[in-house]
């Protein structure tokens, strides 16, 4: 068993972390640790024989853990994943890595020193409908890739009362929430681009921190159109993918995060990852001579696969599938997009 302890008790924790540890055989979800008594009622409740603890030297100095997953606000991201590495922990840490890329190169240097495991909490990696586009790209379906497009928008016109994330903090706003799940799975795609430009507002009267951003990343031949906002009523595309034999238009968001929040634990029902027909998209492509249009059943989404190569790694039978190294780029790519839309140019990724 490996030994977990879990730093934060808010939505990440509740919704993302805590669930999806305790449905991964081979994890033990040890310690939770929050100073909230409404949160700690909350996770006694919830998961019985788990020693929630208040103070985190109950956390640094038990050899018994193995793995600390920080997810905490962002800007305590660097703090607390360096202290575990010193402490000798494998560290998972929520997105955004950090707030500065040089403070994720930092950390990167201080895992290989300790030769430990760190990583960041992309799961929307093995959202169904990404791991959908994923398949469509390497099959070629549709020819040459010319354009990507991706959106995650919502719709909320007013502001969340005591809100950090829209505060005027660092690391706030939707382009290190929102953004940083886009430009992963970009990257994930088409690795690193040339150049980066961003544009990027707070559009809701009265915010302090950016709520909607435009994100355009360049590769040869091809572009990669990043998109988010908080005043977006009705429903947009979520994924656009254009080449020149199709093209394939998916609407509607991964079903996981509701489930979980819905309080449905991955291990509770065998359907856990399957996105209804309703959901799935459509491609209007050429194969083999024939023009096609068609839905697409989507490929099953599985946010466990996070945890369970995470696992693994540290068992030393797999190969850490988020490396840090790609999430120190994501911060890296959110710097050269505030600059670029701050300066009102397009820049170089180095």
Known sequence: MINVALIGFGVSGQVFHAPTITSVHGLNLKKIYTTSSEKKEKAIKEYQGVEVVNDLNNIWLDESIDLVVVATPNNQHYEFAKVALNYGKHVVVEKPFTIESKEAEELIKLAEEKKLVLSVYHNRRWDSDFLTVKKIIHEGKLGNLVEYEAHFDRFRNYFKEGAWREKNVPGSGILYDLGAHLIDQATNLFGCPKKVFGDVRIQRQGGDTIDNFEVILYYPNLKVNLKAGMLVREELPHFILLGDKGSFIKYGMDIQEG????????????????????????????????????????????????????????????????????????????????????????????
């Open 259 to 350: 489930k979980l929040r819905d309080g449905i634990r991955p291990v509770a029902v065998s359907d856990f990852g399957v996105e209804p027909k309703e959901l799935y998209g459509t491609i209007h492509t050429e194969i083999n001579g024939e023009v096609i249009r068609e839905k697409v059943v989507s490929e099953v989404g599985d946010y466990t696969s996070y945890y369970k190569n995470i696992l693994n790694t540290i068992k030393g039978e797999e190969e850490l599938v988020v490396k840090p190294e790609e999430a120190r780029d994501t911060i890296r790519i959110i710097e050269l997009a505030i600059k670029s839309s701050n300066e009102g140019r397009i820049e170089e990724f180095n």
